[in-house]
């Protein structure tokens, strides 16, 4: 299957700056990545899609402004939180959509805000 | 939108045992299922997926059933081990827009 890296693995921010989330897919080309947040205990839930070359696709409640989602290349997306809060702490991971569907996950970033 | 729901939330069973997680879906629509396996602070792992031109699929001891008229889908983890115990998550994905809907998750431990 498809390799996909993020970088950081864990960032410690304070609260108020921005943060810059890279994915990237090293041996596949990536056309269509989705971005999902875990909260400690909890499930998985989508935050946005990613498509390469135009705007991403945000999951109502997420805030497009907040959350920005660069995919300009077909082996790169970003995610960057800005004005990062406590509550924006969380595991970040991304993944790539495969030729049959299935998705390839990113190791994921830990973030935490203080 | 697509609504998973997962039972039960905590799984204890003894090792050698079965153990059977199950989950339902809304959207009819939906056509691919997968299951992951989640270790602490590790991403999900893909362990069995299931698409709904099959109704049934087998792994050495993992099985995935699929019930399209009920909407409903199981896990099936036969000869359970220490080192099957994790979170496990269900999903489902249709439509045009290939995204996952995660259900809340089972935490399977297997006492030795």
């Known amino acids: 299957g498809a390799v996909v890296s993020q970088h950081p693995s864990w960032v410690i921010c304070k609260s108020g700056t921005s943060v810059k989330i890279e994915c990237r897919s090293l041996?596949?080309?990536?056309?269509?990545m989705f971005w999902y947040r875990q909260f400690p205990k909890q499930s998985l839930m989508l935050m946005a899609t990613?498509?390469?070359?135009?705007?991403?696709?945000?999951e109502q409640g997420v805030e497009k402004d907040k959350f920005l989602i660069n995919h300009a290349s077909l082996t790169l997306s970003t995610l960057t939180v800005t004005s990062a809060h406590p509550e924006d702490s969380s595991f970040y991971i991304c993944?790539?959509?495969?030729?049959?569907?299935?998705?390839?996950f990113g190791p994921g970033t830990r973030l935490t805000v203080t | 939108g697509e609504n998973v729901e997962q039972h039960p939330s905590t799984l204890s069973v003894q090792e050698g045992d079965s153990a059977v997680i199950k989950c339902t879906y809304s959207?009819?629509?939906?056509?691919?299922f997968p299951w992951y396996k989640q270790e602490l602070g590790k991403r999900p792992q893909l362990i069995i997926d299931?698409?709904?031109?099959?109704g049934e699929k087998k792994d050495q001891r993992i099985a995935v059933t699929l019930n399209k008229t009920a909407k409903h889908f199981s896990l099936h983890i036969t000869e359970t081990q220490p080192e099957d115990s994790a979170v496990y998550f269900c999903?489902?994905?249709?439509?045009?827009?290939?995204?996952?809907?995660f259900g809340k998750g089972t935490l399977l431990t297997v006492n030795p």
């Open positions: 959207d009819s629509a939906s056509n691919y």
């Open positions: 990613s498509n390469e070359g135009s705007k991403a696709t945000y």
């Open positions: 299931i698409r709904s031109n099959v």
């Open positions: 993944t790539l959509l495969g030729g049959a569907r299935e998705q390839y």
């Open positions: 041996d596949f080309q990536a056309t269509t």
């Open positions: 999903a489902a994905s249709g439509g045009s827009n290939y995204k996952l809907t």
